[in-house]
């Protein structure tokens, strides 16, 4: 009987959380293999962390995924929680991905500096992957034309994001590569995809919000 792999979406108190979770169970079914799908309030996490370090560390090891869209807060111990996260999965050869603000916290929890544009973007827009994120695994499948031809490498990439903070190209620090790109209203080049560590994926954009590419990417995630 195949191993069940468990997936644990965080509940950080936004309206994009349970969305997340029900795109995740979706791509999930049309993956090989038993996908089990779960949430937990990121301040339960915490807390779970702070009364014993190695409870929080057997809980989150027991995942073969874990998702977070992070807080628009940006509260230190919001980092600190993605920081013990990250170094949980690595030991135990899972993964995470950061959407949006998850991309931030994990980001921080690396050394990646944040910084807030005082405008807030929002709507689709394209960004540019970089030589390196043109030839990553997690963008197989995913492309900008929406001709019903899936493309296995592509140069560009289309979502949706509203956000005012980001990390500005330059900011990331050395743990993080950068696989897209793009402008914010301010002129600045922002991180919009990255590679943090070997074992974190960052979106800054929604994919949960495109139905097609969005999940696919997500899809491409769960079976890195």
Not at 152 to 164: A, P, R, T
């Amino acid at each position: 009987m195949a191993e069940t792999k468990r997936v644990l979406v965080l509940d950080n108190r936004r309206k994009y959380d349970q969305k997340i979770k029900d795109v995740v169970e979706e791509a999930a079914s049309d993956l090989k293999g038993d996908y089990q799908v779960e949430m937990i309030d990121t301040d339960k996490l915490a807390e779970m962390y702070d009364e014993n370090r190695e409870k929080g560390k057997k809980y989150v090891q027991q995942f073969h995924r874990v998702i977070s869209s992070g807080s628009s807060k940006g509260r230190k111990k919001d980092v600190e929680v993605h920081a013990m996260i990250a170094e949980d999965l690595k030991e135990s050869d899972g993964k995470a991905m950061g959407i949006c603000y998850g991309l931030q916290m994990f980001g921080r929890a690396y050394g990646a500096k944040v910084t807030n544009s005082g405008k807030m973007h929002r709507g689709y827009r394209t960004s540019k992957l970089t030589e390196e994120g043109a030839e990553h695994d997690v963008f197989d499948g995913v492309h900008k034309e929406g001709n019903g031809k899936l493309e296995k490498k592509v140069k560009e990439i289309e979502g949706y994001s509203h956000h005012q903070k980001y990390i500005k190209l330059g900011d990331e620090g050395d743990s993080i590569k950068v696989l897209a790109t793009t402008e914010s209203k301010t002129g600045d080049e922002f991180v919009e995809v990255a590679q943090i560590d070997d074992h974190i994926i960052g979106t800054q954009y929604h994919p949960e919000k495109d139905p097609k590419k969005g999940y696919k990417l997500i899809g491409n995630f769960l079976e890195s």
